[in-house]
């Protein structure tokens, strides 16, 4: 059965190759198969990387895969910076806190 309780993953504040790589190996054992949706807290992160960047998008990948969403909360303004740059906001909600995040993914469950 599918999980929608949306999972939150907090980054640390360095989002660069070492900590995107450790935190894609980790992805399976972070996102249980079940699990659809995925809220990335990018609060305590001042600096990302184009590892960074993949991670994001690995992610991503996965949760559409399994039918879900991967949004974003808490990102601060450089960073906002960088995924614009990158063209990455398009592609990725972003919220302003994590109750947001989680309450519009919430209101995409199928009833």
């Known amino acids: 059965m599918l999980n929608v309780e949306p999972l939150l993953i907090q980054v640390p504040s360095r989002l660069d190759g070492k900590t995107a790589d450790n935190l894609e190996a980790q992805l399976p054992s972070l996102i249980p198969d079940n699990c659809i949706h995925v809220i990335i ?28 969403v991967c949004v974003l909360c808490c990102l601060r303004e450089q960073i906002l910076d960088v995924l614009k740059i990158s063209g990455l906001t398009g592609i990725f909600p972003t919220f302003d806190d994590a109750e947001s995040a989680k309450k519009s993914l919430e209101a995409e469950q199928p009833n």
């Open 41 to 68: 807290d990018l609060a305590l992160v001042d600096f990302i990387s184009s590892s960074g960047i993949r991670f994001l998008v690995v992610t991503r990948r996965l949760c559409q895969k399994r039918g879900g």
